[in-house]
């Protein structure tokens, strides 16, 4: 089995792709900045990589599509927003073709069933994202809103790119993978949310940065900095590093991973590392 270039995981939160609270004026702007970062990637000279992508903004796309401007309750109307999740994930790859018209994508849905320990699932899975890397493809992820309960569900896509990640670095199929970015609407974690100066530029334990994270219950998405520090403890433990940025700034990915901008969470070492 060929060897894959480095690999690397980057995920788009719904505000940062549709807007936050629901406005998607600069939506068009928002697809195109990350779609551009996504195609150059892998051209790179120094330290071409192949992306892995895994997209928010499914339900958020299917409000779009059919004109609606209040998200349903998860509590009290759970088929409308299973209706909206299989509206807008046709909507939502059709809006990342527009963008990534140079290169092939493919849409694949996942709950946790898929990415549980030793399934047979979860091993087509892995193959199927390989084999569409081997041909230059761009792999589009998302959670499967259309059919999880709680039972087999993430919750959020950082949880899920975090458990991607980790079912990667566990397989013998791909190269290196070098972390997820996490792209939303914060400048990363701050001591002072209201104050981007604050902003913490790296954190080896995430114990110790707990108490500085009061998500608002009243957000439009469900991912908050909860669900990130989550998806960092995971993706840590498992020595592999995650950062978190604003996806409007240029060249985000980039400008993460250098240290210039947003939140670096830092791999712990791995006993088993040569």
């Given amino acids: ?149 709680e039972e087999i569900a993430f919750g959020d896509n950082d949880l899920l790119a975090a458990s991607l990640g980790v079912a990667i670095k566990e397989s013998s199929m791909f190269g290196r993978l070098v972390g997820l970015v996490v792209l939303s609407t914060s400048p990363g974690l701050c001591i002072d949310k209201r104050d981007p100066s604050t902003r913490v530029a790296r954190v080896n334990d995430v114990d110790l940065v707990r108490h500085l994270v009061d998500d608002d219950s009243r957000e439009i998405s469900n991912g908050g900095m909860n669900s990130k520090l989550a998806a960092a403890e995971l993706l840590t433990n498992a020595g592999i590093d995650m950062w978190v940025a604003n996806g409007w700034e240029e060249d985000a990915i980039q400008r993460a991973m250098n240290g210039e901008i947003g939140t670096h969470f830092v791999a712990k070492p791995q006993d088993n590392v040569e």
């Fill in 1 to 149: 089995m060929k060897k894959l270039k480095d690999n690397l995981i980057i995920k788009a939160g719904s505000d940062v792709l549709w807007g936050e609270n629901g406005q998607t004026q600069n939506s068009h702007r928002n697809f195109q900045v990350i779609g551009k970062q996504l195609i150059d990637l892998p051209e790179r000279k120094v330290n071409p990589l192949d992306p892995i992508f895994v997209t928010s903004g499914g339900i958020r796309a299917g409000m779009s599509r059919v004109g609606l401007e209040d998200r349903p309750s998860k509590t009290t109307q759970m088929p409308e927003l299973q209706r909206l999740a299989c509206i807008g994930w046709l909507h939502l790859l059709s809006i990342w073709d527009r963008h990534l018209e140079e290169r092939v994508i493919g849409g694949m849905l996942l709950t946790r069933r898929e990415l549980d320990e030793n399934t047979r699932e979860r091993e087509e899975a892995l193959k199927t994202i390989y084999t569409m890397l081997y041909h230059g493809d761009l792999p589009i992820i998302n959670e499967n809103d259309a059919v999880t309960h």
